[in-house]
Nanobody, 123 residues
């Protein structure tokens, strides 16, 4: 089992910045993929950004150039720096950790989710 603890959500005005942090504990050796997803009211959960095997970095198109995901293997942590926030970034943000096939990241084994942290961006 892997436990994920998120921090850093809150209320911010449009154009501002927030940083989310997620620390993993437990059987962290079993995961090779860590990232952030979000779910806005009435919408499906979606990928925001993630780090995958082989140094791959994934971003949703709408956050490219504004958000930066970073992985600290020594701390078993993944952070999400969010700049130039927009009201449409408002959502509950979830940390995700999983094992994925290094050759095809769509093939996933066990995965784990944090409880989520709310990010609200006002206009």
């Amino acid at each position: 089992q892997v436990q994920l603890v998120e921090s850093g959500g809150g209320l911010m005005q449009a154009g501002g910045s927030l940083r989310l942090s997620c620390v993993a504990s437990g059987s962290v050796f079993s995961v090779n993929y860590m990232g952030w997803y979000r779910q806005a009211p009435g919408k499906q959960r979606e990928l925001v950004a993630a780090t995958a095997p082989g140094g791959k970095i994934l971003y949703q198109d709408s956050v490219k150039g504004r958000f930066t995901v970073s992985r600290d293997n020594a701390k078993n942590a993944v952070d999400l720096q969010m700049n130039s926030l927009k009201p449409e970034d408002t959502a509950v943000y979830y940390c995700n950790a999983a094992w994925v096939d290094p050759d095809d990241i769509s093939i996933r084994g066990m995965e784990y989710w944090g409880e989520g942290t709310l990010v609200t961006v006002s206009a």
